[in-house]
């Protein structure tokens, strides 16, 4: 084949590929993915689908004849394990030209590294077939244990109470969702979640895995404790799988780094989605990162094939993410690095307020529980550049909306 190869056929994959079509561009297309399933949303996986209100024929992104249709040739249970200039080898030996490429591999899961980290029972949430083989366990399980208070953490919690287990979530920082929310946030979900039966563990790491006939059957702790464990849910962050971007020659100093227009450093290759490194989204003097949200993954899709096919790019989109645990919906917009003021709309006692983040006086970004409302307004102000000083947001007795200033 010569024309596309989008390697990766999650989110921003298959954005990759649509947009191209839809740009106009009729250059062949394959996307390959090393899953078997037709490409699916990744999101409900820790959400909806764990707890068992979505079933598995609801996930997919697009039909088979989606892709036909749009001449996109979509390969599925086939790995791409080597890159060199315009030539792929994928696990079954066949090599694929190319003129342009795409790199959407996302990321993969971080493991525990400490003894007993491989028995059976132990599980991490990454793909479909994680979420089978957990779902499966939740139903028979007895004492659940996640390892990590981030959003994959807290979500599967909420699904095991779901599921009728008793849960211990163990995190070793001193506040859950320490990198993404306000302190506020945090402690709120802490008590939120030891309100619906989750024993929340703050400042407390593991130390080993114990197990009887190769099952887990117990988790040891760095405060000399002891927690009966039949499933272990290990759910502490990502890594970007970066290896065919290096195999290539890029530098990928905790991900595939790449432009405004999401162009790695090589021509005609682009990239998209939790691999990447990309520019920080509020300008110069901000250090590159990583985002890692569908919203994300679409939108950088979107500004790669604008760059592949020439024509202009999409406007610029805000950051914003969702985390949906039990009956508590978090949604969050802006990137709130940095911030130096935090103001509170609305009481978290009655599990209905939001966090605006202020830096220098600017609004920077909203974390808001079960504030619809407010999290729109948030985002239509950072996406349109209007003034929502704190001195203004402070007057929780008008809705934030008026607030704005033109």
Not at 76 to 98: P, Q
Not at 240 to 254: K, Q
Not at 286 to 291: D, G, K, N, S, T
Request: hydrophobic share 45%; proline share 6%.
């Amino acid at each position: 084949m010569t024309g596309t190869l989008v390697v990766g056929a999650g989110q921003a994959g298959v954005q990759l590929a649509v947009s191209l079509r839809e740009s106009g561009d009729t250059m062949p297309i394959a996307l390959m993915g090393a899953e078997p399933q037709l490409p699916y949303q990744r999101p409900p996986l820790s959400k909806g689908y764990l707890s068992g209100d979505t079933d598995a024929d609801r996930l997919a992104l697009r039909t088979a004849a989606f892709y036909a249709d749009r001449g996109i040739e979509l390969v599925t249970g086939e790995r791409i394990t080597a890159l060199d200039t315009g030539r792929a080898v994928t696990d079954r030996g066949r090599e694929i030209a190319f003129d342009r490429l795409g790199l959407t591999v996302g990321a993969r899961v971080r493991r525990l590294s400490v003894p007993g980290a491989a028995l059976d029972g132990v599980h991490h949430l990454r793909d479909l077939a994680d979420a089978d083989r957990l779902r499966t366990a939740l139903a028979g399980a007895g004492p659940v244990v996640v390892v990590g208070g981030g959003f994959i953490g807290l979500e599967a919690a909420s699904a095991a109470r779901a599921h009728g287990r008793p849960v211990t979530v163990v995190e070793t920082t001193d506040r859950l969702l320490g990198r993404a929310v306000a302190p506020v946030v945090s402690g709120f979900y802490a008590a939120a979640h030891a309100r619906r039966g989750v024993r929340v563990l703050l400042g407390t790491g593991v130390t080993a895995l114990d197990g009887t006939a190769g099952r887990v059957r117990s988790v040891h702790l760095t405060d000399g404790g002891e927690l009966p464990a039949a499933l272990v849910l290990v759910g502490i962050g990502v890594e970007p799988r970066t290896e065919l971007a290096t195999g290539l020659g890029l530098a990928c100093p905790g991900g595939i780094p790449v432009d405004h227009d999401a162009r790695t450093a090589l021509p005609s290759v682009v990239a998209a989605g939790d691999c990447t490194l990309q520019p920080h989204p509020t300008g110069p003097g901000h250090a590159p990162v990583r985002v890692e949200s569908v919203q994300n993954a679409v939108y950088q899709a979107k500004l790669a094939a604008a760059a592949l096919s020439g024509v202009a790019r999409p406007a610029p989109e805000v950051p914003w993410f969702w985390s949906d645990q039990a009956d508590l919906k978090l949604q969050i917009a802006g990137l709130a690095a940095g911030a130096d003021e935090i103001v509170v709309r609305g009481d978290p006692a009655t599990e209905r307020f939001a966090a605006l983040h202020y830096r220098d006086g600017r609004l920077r970004a909203v974390d808001a529980v079960n504030s619809p409302a407010d999290f729109l307004v948030v985002r239509r102000a950072l996406t349109t550049g209007t003034e929502l000083p704190a001195s203004a947001a402070r007057r929780t007795e008008r809705p934030l909306k008026e607030l704005l200033v033109a």
